[in-house]
């Protein structure tokens, strides 16, 4: 808000705003964005959606981690292929 009342009015010539602006217009982007919750929350699901590879690749050898990741960025590759023609 500071930053905001230092810089606005001198650029543009709008009046300062106070607390309560300030906290409407953080409302106001935070539904405009969607971006609801922290970074915190996040992070830990982002794991529980990719734990069944994670599992997977751990009873692997380095060998068999090595061809599994090849056959799928080649799968990957082959279906973006697929996708352009």
């Given at each position: 808000?500071?930053?905001?009342?230092?810089?606005?009015?001198?650029?543009?010539?709008?009046?300062?705003?106070?607390?309560?602006?300030?906290?409407?217009?953080?409302?106001?982007?935070?539904?405009?964005?969607?971006?609801?919750?922290?970074?915190?929350?996040?992070?830990?699901?982002?794991?529980g959606r990719h734990r069944h590879l994670h599992e997977r690749m751990h009873g692997m050898s380095r060998e068999e981690r090595k061809e599994?990741?090849?056959?799928?960025?080649?799968?990957?590759?082959?279906?973006?292929?697929?996708?352009?023609?």
């Amino acid at each position: 808000m500071g930053l905001w009342n230092l810089l606005i009015p001198a650029i543009t010539g709008w009046s300062c705003i106070n607390y309560w602006q300030a906290l409407g217009l953080a409302v106001l982007f935070r539904l405009l964005t969607g971006h609801f919750g922290g970074h915190f929350g996040r992070h830990f699901g982002h794991r529980g959606r990719h734990r069944h590879l994670h599992e997977r690749m751990h009873g692997m050898s380095r060998e068999e981690r090595k061809e599994f990741i090849m056959k799928r960025l080649n799968r990957f590759s082959d279906e973006q292929a697929n996708y352009e023609e």
